[in-house]
């Protein structure tokens, strides 16, 4: 019973996405074409939420479900791993068509193709972990 809030969570995520058209090749295509706003729209909205959230979080000391309270620590100020991350996610999300997120969105509804971008993933992944002690954190 647990684990079934976070299906309605993943369920309900997956219909905003996809009644966003943010799971649409064709809207990615657009977006890295610089041809519509639409999904700079979507990653805006998203990153104002995210910057609102966390000032409500910091000015707030609102605590976990657990009752801890949030620490939010700084990131290191290097630029490398910020560069190196941002082009290779970047570069793969215009080369499939696709973010992470709406991978298993886009099996559900039926892209079976999408099934070796899912593969892809687990490789990167896979690579990553074999990798990340000799990359920049």
Request: charged content about 15%; aromatic content about 14%; overall charge positive.
């Amino acid at each position: 019973m647990n684990v079934l809030k976070y299906f309605l969570v993943g369920f309900l995520f997956g219909i905003v996405l996809t009644k966003s058209e943010a799971v649409s090749w064709y809207r990615i295509y657009e977006m890295f074409q610089f041809q519509s706003f639409h999904m700079y729209g979507i990653i805006g909205v998203a990153v104002a939420t995210g910057v609102v959230g966390i000032q409500i979080i910091k000015r707030y000391n609102v605590k976990d479900i657990d009752g801890f309270p949030i620490e939010i620590q700084e990131k290191p100020k290097d630029n490398a791993r910020y560069w190196i991350g941002g082009i290779s996610f970047g570069l793969g999300w215009a080369l499939v068509g696709s973010c992470p997120g709406p991978i298993f969105i886009l099996i559900g509804a039926g892209f079976m193709p999408v099934v070796i971008v899912l593969i892809g993933a687990l490789i990167g992944t896979v690579i990553y972990g074999a990798l990340k002690s000799k990359l920049p954190h």
